[in-house]
């Protein structure tokens, strides 16, 4: 499939804005690239022309440029009223604490993700890409050059509860990748305030994996919960199972490492929230292996239904490699 030549001019744009973001030291610029990030994100998502893809992308927009005014605003503050770094004051810890909400506002993350799974439903699942992984890399280096604050903390414990609370009951697939990358919105805020390379593994598998089982879901035009049980071979529900578990961290699949990886060095910094975000992701666990149940034992008695085909797609292959032999490297990135 050729993509567009306005497409990939606006998705340049977009990876140019992200860059920009994290290779400046200036807060002003970081705000720069942010906004160029937004305003090229637009223009992808109204490519369909739909009432659905209208309405995510207002959204999507008032959400950001609320974001982005909050981090004008606090930094153009601190910036003017030259706090002192040392003993912190009441207003500079309060414009910082802005910051924080700010970032958290822009990636989706709890408790200011109520623009998230709506906006997700909107899009097309090239676009649900994007927006779950590469639009979360800028606000999240931007949150890592602040201080760990209590609205990060209260972040990380609200976006693995509510990540895998709203996930139960949903039936669209778009919905169910939102919360699902709320709840690993915890295990990655709290990555990043503990270490940049377990950090940057974390975001980079969960990054592939989460574009394997979209790609999936595309290529089989999948939006729904019951497109998944009904006329699907078993080599396809094998390779969806595969990454739904991967997804979820279950070892010993690729997903199971950057939550190892974590989980030995949280445990040093807070054992309650470690525990916290471990239990609640036990909740999406069980709501991806229900998913997997129902798909695969619904039409048991159908025999024409378990004929295992063989696969004829690259894509298809590759998410499976992903899901399996991926765990060597994520081991190597672990021990060494």
Do not use: D
């Not at 567009?4 to 610029?29: D, Y």
């Not at 893809?53 to 909050?70: I, M, N, P, R």
């Not at 693995?160 to 669209?172: A, D, E, P, W, Y």
């Not at 990454?243 to 040093?268: C, D, E, Q, R, Y």
């Amino acid at each position: 499939m050729m993509i567009q030549p306005f497409k990939a001019l606006f998705f340049l744009t977009l990876i140019l804005g992200s860059m920009l973001t994290l290779s400046s030291p200036s807060w002003f610029i970081m705000w720069l690239g942010l906004e160029i990030n937004l305003m090229s994100f637009i223009p992808i998502i109204l490519e369909n022309n739909n009432q659905r893809s209208t309405e995510a992308s207002l959204k999507y927009f008032v959400v950001q440029a609320s974001g982005s005014t909050l981090i004008l605003f606090s930094a153009v503050s601190l910036l003017l009223k030259n706090y002192p770094l040392s003993p912190p004051s009441f207003l500079q810890t309060s414009y910082i604490l802005l910051l924080s909400l700010a970032a958290i506002l822009k990636m989706g993350a709890a408790p200011l993700h109520f623009w998230f799974p709506g906006t997700a439903e909107g899009m097309s699942w090239l676009n649900c890409m994007t927006l779950m992984t590469w639009q979360k890399l800028a606000p999240m280096i931007f949150l890592s050059y602040m201080p760990l604050s209590s609205a990060v903390i209260l972040s990380i414990l609200l976006s693995s509860f509510f990540g895998s609370i709203g996930g139960l009951n949903q039936t669209l697939m778009r919905k169910i990748m939102a919360y699902s990358s709320i709840n690993h919105m915890s295990w990655m805020l709290l990555s990043i305030h503990l270490s940049m390379k377990i950090w940057t593994s974390y975001f980079l598998i969960y990054s592939l994996i989460s574009i394997s089982f979209m790609l999936f879901m595309l290529k089989n035009k999948i939006f729904h919960l019951s497109n998944l049980f009904f006329k699907k071979t078993n080599y396809q529900k094998f390779n969806c199972s595969l990454l739904l578990l991967s997804l979820g961290g279950l070892p010993p699949l690729l997903g199971f490492f950057p939550k190892w990886m974590v989980i030995n060095k949280a445990t040093s910094f807070s054992m309650f929230l470690t525990t916290f975000i471990i239990l609640f992701t036990l909740i999406s666990i069980f709501f991806y292996i229900r998913m997997i149940f129902s798909s695969t034992m619904l039409n048991y008695m159908n025999k024409k239904q378990m004929t295992l085909v063989s696969p004829n797609n690259t894509t298809e292959i590759l998410s499976i490699l992903f899901s399996i032999i991926g765990t060597a490297v994520s081991m190597k990135i672990f021990f060494f």
